[in-house]
T-cell receptor
Framework: NAGVMQNPRHLVRRRGQEARLRCSPM?????VYWYRQLPEEGLKFMVY????????ESGMPKERFSAEFPKEGPSILRIQQVVRGDSAAYFC????????????FGEGSWLTVV | AQTVTQSQPEMSVQEAETVTLSCTYD???????LFWYKQPPSRQMILVIR??????QNATENRFSVNFQKAAKSFSLKISDSQLGDTAMYFC?????????????FGKGTKLSVIP
């Protein structure tokens, strides 16, 4: 039973380029969360999605960031026109339901903006 | 707003000894879960232990146990017989479940070093 799969694990982008991070939840999980971890800090919630719906994007910057979880395929976190401050680890988590009893994290994607 | 406070940025412990990491939180909710996550140098987030607030018994997972004091809103993690592989960042996390969402609020973490 594969866990939460994230790719790429490491991504380097120049300022102004786009970054796309992918997350495949655990089998049977229909709830996906994205978190960001800046250096020397804890994880910060960005967005919560269910299939084809954004439920809560209160933690996501209003500009340049977007997320989707289509009916088929992985969830995508997209960052347009990246800046150096976007350099961080981005973690995806999934759960089969909303009660928070069973949340599993992926191994993270490390974005470096040069 | 929920807050989670870890007051110990760094700690160290001798191998085979016991160490306790502290965590306090603030909430107006009555039923909830609390989590401790471990982040080793590989940076993966690993669930160490979770506690259900309505259970009076403290959770235990092998060498890891919690001291949960609901009235004081305190949720400390005790690691017994510390091993070198326990060296990691440890994060306390508390869920917020308002407005149809479910998100975890993390503390800033405690960096634990196990000394041989």
């Amino acid at each position: 039973n594969a866990g939460v799969m994230q790719n790429p694990r490491h991504l380097v982008r120049r300022r102004g380029q786009e970054a796309r991070l992918r997350c495949s939840p655990m089998k049977g999980h229909s709830h996906v969360y994205w978190y960001r971890q800046l250096p020397e800090e804890g994880l910060k919630f960005m967005v919560y999605l269910q299939k084809e719906n954004i439920i809560d994007e209160s933690g996501m910057p209003k500009e340049r960031f977007s997320a989707e979880f289509p009916k088929e395929g992985p969830s995508i976190l997209r960052i347009q026109q990246v800046v150096r401050g976007d350099s961080a680890a981005y973690f995806c988590a999934s759960s089969p339901r909303t009660d928070g009893n069973t949340i599993y994290f992926g191994e993270g994607s490390w974005l470096t903006v040069v | 707003a929920q807050t989670v406070t870890q007051s110990q940025p760094e700690m160290s412990v001798q191998e085979a000894e016991t160490v306790t990491l502290s965590c306090t939180y603030d909430t107006s909710e009555n039923n909830y879960y609390l989590f401790w996550y471990k982040q080793p140098p590989s940076r993966q987030m690993i669930l160490v232990i979770r506690q259900e607030a309505y259970k009076q018994q403290n959770a235990t997972e092998n060498r890891f146990s919690v001291n949960f004091q609901k009235a004081a809103k305190s949720f400390s993690l005790k690691i017994s017989d510390s091993q070198l592989g326990d060296t990691a960042m440890y994060f306390c996390a508390f869920p917020y479940s308002g407005a149809g969402s479910y998100q975890l609020t993390f503390g800033k973490g405690t960096k634990l070093s196990v000394i041989p």
